[in-house]
T-cell receptor, first 111, second 117 residues
């Protein structure tokens, strides 16, 4: 069975700081994707970043980057120069056709 | 870009009534759509996979007769919560992949908050 675990229910940092959200997963699939989604109070799911499992190079999207450790089945998200607008729930997800989500991390960026 | 429209965004109903939630892919065809349920401050749990032209595939523990799914066309999937009860109150979200073969581009609806009185 596929599982995704986020061990940090809540995190809080000051604006402009760097924060890392942790995620581990388990799957028997060979071809899959890993995602980080942001869910602001509007509850709209917003894709932050995506990693293809067969690619060793870590994905980056502007201030967002991941540390993908396939052997360890770890997929952490680093947010650099955090902004107030980054405050949201963050979900790690894994899948190929359908997604399994982690429990989420509530991130608060303080001014 | 591709958009998935979900309607209604919020619905309040009396216990025992049925509620229909629509999920539309606006500028692409979606032969598959996914329905998730999210309890307050919890994660998204996959309920079922909606397949155009065939029966939906339900996840373990999801009542097929309670949550009816119809994928009527290549752009529309509906979730009907039948004989709703307060415990069915939740946030329901649909998603549709842009590409059938690889789930690279996945688009989410804006969700439906169902409150059953």
């Amino acid at each position: 069975a596929q599982t995704v675990t986020q061990s940090q229910p809540e995190m809080s940092v000051q604006e402009a700081e760097t924060v890392t959200l942790s995620c581990t997963y388990d799957t028997s699939e060979n071809n899959y994707y890993l995602f980080w989604y942001k869910q602001p109070p509007s509850r709209q799911m917003i894709l932050v970043i995506r990693q293809e499992a067969y690619k060793q190079q870590n994905a980056t999207e502007n201030r967002f980057s991941v540390n993908f450790q396939k052997a360890a089945k770890s997929f952490s998200l680093k947010i650099s120069d955090s902004q107030l607008g980054d405050t949201a729930m963050y979900f790690c997800a894994q899948g190929a056709q359908k997604l399994v989500f982690g429990q989420g991390t509530r991130l608060t960026i303080n001014p | 870009g591709a958009v998935v429209s979900q309607h209604p965004s919020r619905v309040i109903c009396k216990s025992g009534t049925s509620v229909k939630i629509e999920c539309r892919s606006l500028d692409f065809q979606a032969t598959t759509m996914f329905w998730y349920r999210q309890f307050p401050k919890k994660s998204l749990m996959l309920m079922a996979t909606s397949n155009e032209g065939s029966k939906a595939t339900y996840e373990q523990g999801v009542e097929k007769d309670k949550f009816l799914i119809n994928h009527a066309s290549l752009t529309l999937s509906t979730l009907t919560v039948t004989s709703a009860h307060p415990e069915d109150s939740s946030f329901y979200i649909c998603s549709a992949p842009l590409d059938r073969k690889i789930n690279e581009k996945l688009f989410f609806g804006s969700g439906t908050q169902l409150s059953v009185l």
